[in-house]
């Protein structure tokens, strides 16, 4: 199911869903030991309040705690970066120089489009990419958002920033359904303008929630911020 024409398969900067292939990278790697793994704050003050103290791999994802993959992604390096993301088939797998390395995935060069999302987490919900075992039993948790009686919720949101370009917000994943009407895995991209700024935020999970209702992929009651 597709909507939007042209745009599914428009490349735009993927901002932080790029924490999805970061996190399989960092552990496939070794750059980071495990989810509980720690990360001591350097004490500067940022824009979001919950980024501003110590914190472990798992909830710098769930916070995208954007300085912590600033640390995490220079230990992976640009190498390793580079095959990781061609071997994902991530969208253009490009990370430009060294320069950019602390930036690419928030600035560019990197960019992919919804339908390349669709096409690298399907991948990943059935466990295809070249990853080991190990890597997928610690990353995949780390991604659950939601989940009740028979399904499962996996994604990311993410957030386009780059001065003079219109904002892009992002939100991926997928759903495993093990009941309902329509069971099945169902894997998501949404991408859409953000004129309003922050206060639009909530409107990619609201979007992306209300495609999944429609075919059945998601139940009444899920509500997310």
Not at 1 to 29: C, D, I, M, N, Y
Not at 84 to 98: C, S
Not at 159 to 168: F, P, R, T
Request: charged share 20%; hydrophobic share 45%; no cysteine.
């Amino acid at each position: 199911w597709t909507v939007g024409g042209p745009r599914v398969s428009q490349r735009f900067t993927p901002a932080s869903t790029a924490k999805v292939p970061h996190t399989l990278l960092a552990f496939e790697t070794g750059a980071v030991s495990g989810p509980g793994e720690v990360f001591e704050w350097d004490g500067t003050e940022r824009w979001l309040a919950s980024w501003n103290e110590d914190m472990d791999f798992a909830t710098a994802f769930q916070r995208s705690a954007v300085w912590v993959y600033q640390i995490v992604v220079p230990r992976i390096g640009a190498e390793r970066l580079s095959a990781g993301l061609e071997a994902f088939d991530y969208g253009n797998a490009e990370i430009g120089g060294p320069e950019a390395l602390t930036r690419y995935w928030l600035d560019g060069p990197l960019a992919i489009s919804a339908a390349e999302q669709v096409a690298f987490l399907s991948r990943l919900a059935r466990r295809t990419l070249p990853l080991s075992a190990r890597t997928y039993e610690l990353a995949v948790p780390m991604m659950q958002l939601e989940g009740g009686p028979g399904w499962v919720m996996y994604g990311k949101t993410g957030w386009k920033s780059v001065a003079g370009e219109m904002d892009i917000g992002w939100f991926v994943g997928w759903v495993e359904q093990a009941g309902g009407e329509a069971p099945g895995t169902y894997v998501f991209a949404l991408n859409m303008d953000m004129p309003g700024g922050a206060g639009d935020a909530p409107k990619r999970r609201a979007g992306a929630e209300a495609a999944l209702r429609e075919i059945g992929a998601l139940p009444e009651r899920v509500s997310g911020p």
